[in-house]
């Protein structure tokens, strides 16, 4: 069994509650970045010791949270002494639309963690792409370079959508079991 973390900022909470369904399927340890940008004490070593960190954040004006960018930018400390190589990552993005510019915020996760050497891990799921889909199934908004959520700016924490949060679940799941293959 490998060792996940899924370390994220939420903003109201959507990003707060996508984490916690990625991280039940991967069986893995939330670790929260706080208002300020920054982690608990011992994240740090958490994440060190991690075999997959998993990535989270709201995408906010087409990229990824401040607090998120301020975590990104602290971890050039592990990524100086390469403590973070071949590590497996994977990252998840949530915003108020369907598009909402995601893509962009999911190639910066993937690039944060090629920067570090790390493994990313994709999706892995056919979109629902067809009449008959609707939100309640997985990978309805189609993604495939991580996991994408939409939370409608006027919904609460409990009606994200299941088919994401079925997804998010689904996500967690592939990324520790690909570090368990690789961790042998």
């Known amino acids: 069994m490998s060792k996940t973390i899924v370390v994220y900022h939420s903003g109201y909470g959507h990003t707060q509650r996508v984490a916690e369904v990625v991280a039940a399927g991967a069986g893995g340890e939330l670790l929260a970045i706080d208002a300020e940008g920054n982690l608990p004490e011992g994240g740090w070593d958490k994440l060190a010791a991690a075999d997959a960190i998993i990535f989270g954040t709201p995408t906010y004006m087409g990229g990824p949270s401040w607090q998120f960018k301020k975590f990104a930018d602290a971890s050039s400390k592990p990524w100086y002494g390469r403590a973070w190589q071949d ?81 998010a679940k689904l996500y967690g799941q592939r990324v520790a079991a690909i570090a368990a293959k690789l961790r042998g």
Do not use: C, M, Y
């Not at 598009?99 to 891990?121: E, F, N, R, Y």
């Open 87 to 167: 590590k497996v990552f994977g990252g998840f993005t949530n915003s108020a639309s369907p598009v909402g510019d995601k893509g962009a915020t999911l190639i910066s996760l993937q690039t944060l963690a090629s920067q570090h050497g790390g493994i990313w891990v994709s999706l892995g799921l056919l979109p629902s792409n067809k009449k008959e889909s609707t939100r309640l199934d997985v990978n309805s908004l189609g993604g495939s370079v991580g996991l994408l959520v939409q939370s409608p700016s006027d919904a609460s924490v409990e009606e994200i959508p299941q088919g994401d949060l079925d997804t």
